[in-house]
Structure formats: structure tokens, C-alpha cells
């Protein structure tokens, strides 16, 4: 057995408790880092998502893809449709009927427009509300509706990130 004087034994017990401290951070930290702010490969809305992500900068990138399902949870969304109050009514009627939503859930008045998150499991769809100022998801209205999967090309334009991509 070693035999230690009373100095040598405290700085032993001292590089113990420091390497359990060191120890404790590793497992700890990260699983209270995953719990706050963004989860863990899922943002929770699409304007959330964008306004947090830095644009790609150079003069050939017209515009940047977005994955819904990074976005969204692939579990629990099999497809997404947009709804804006730019589409013809007679569109927007019908989304609103075959779809299932309140009309009273929906403010198509210009300020808002949706997207429509549509369950994998068959129940209640689920809306997104985003604010068009921050993120105009109505450039280009959706008439089907895709998988989640499937990605949305974004630009920045005059500080609004704006679906489609950047002819100039």
C-alpha cells in the first residue's frame, strides 16, 4: 500500500474531486443544452428556423433550401401546404374545406400566411403561422400539397426572407 504523507494524500483527494467535477460537466452540460432553445434537429415553426440562420452570402447563390423536416417532426408530419391570403379565393376555400380547418382559425386578411402541416396518422392538421413580413411564404402559392421532405428554396430580400429563388 502506498503510504502518503498528510499533504501528498490531500492533493490526491483534491485531483479526485476535480476529475468527478470534469466528469459531471461531460454528462451534464450537453443533456441541458439539447432541453433549452431549439431542440435537437427540430426548430418548431419554419419562421423560427429562418430568422435564427444566417443567409449564404456570394453572388451565385440565388437562394438557399430548407428542409421541412428538420423543421418539423418526420414522425409525426408526412407533408405540408401552404395557405396565403394572395390565393385566389376560390383556392383558398377549397384548402380550408378539404383540409378541415376552422375558418375562424385563419386570419387570411395579408399579415399571416400558413403552412399547413399535414399529420402522417390521419388526424387534425396542424397550422404554422407565419408572419409575412419576417418570411413571405406566399410568393409562390401551392395548389398540392408535399412531402415533408421535400425542400423549400429561400432568398433574402429587403431583409425578408422570401420563398423562391433570387433572379437578379
Known amino acids: 500500500m502506498l503510504k502518503l504523507n498528510k499533504k501528498h494524500r490531500s492533493w490526491i483527494v483534491l485531483a479526485v474531486v476535480a476529475w468527478l467535477l470534469v466528469l459531471a460537466a461531460l454528462i451534464f452540460i450537453p443533456k ?25 452570402s456570394g453572388d451565385a447563390v440565388v437562394g438557399q433550401l430548407v428542409d421541412p423536416s ?34 375562424n382559425e385563419v386570419d387570411l386578411g395579408g399579415k399571416y400566411g400558413y403552412v399547413v402541416l399535414l399529420p402522417a396518422d390521419g ?9 409575412l413580413n419576417a418570411v413571405d411564404i406566399c410568393t409562390i402559392p401551392m395548389d398540392q400539397p408535399y412531402p415533408l421532405n421535400a425542400p423549400l ?5 429587403d431583409g425578408t426572407w422570401t420563398l423562391g429563388a433570387n433572379a437578379q
Not at 388526424?123 to 408572419?131: A, E, H, R
Request: hydrophobic share 35%; aromatic share 6%; glycine share 8%.
Open 32 to 56: 441541458t443544452r439539447a432541453e433549452s432553445g431549439v431542440q435537437s434537429g427540430h426548430a418548431g415553426t419554419l419562421q423560427q428556423s429562418l430568422l435564427s440562420s444566417e443567409p449564404a
Open 70 to 103: 428538420r423543421i418539423y417532426d418526420a414522425a409525426t408530419y408526412a407533408g405540408y401546404i401552404s395557405l396565403c391570403p394572395n390565393e385566389p379565393q376560390g383556392l383558398a376555400e377549397d384548402k380550408i374545406a378539404q383540409l378541415g380547418i376552422d375558418a
Open 123 to 131: 388526424s387534425d392538421v396542424v397550422l404554422d403561422k407565419v408572419d
Open 153 to 157: 428554396p429561400f432568398y433574402i430580400s
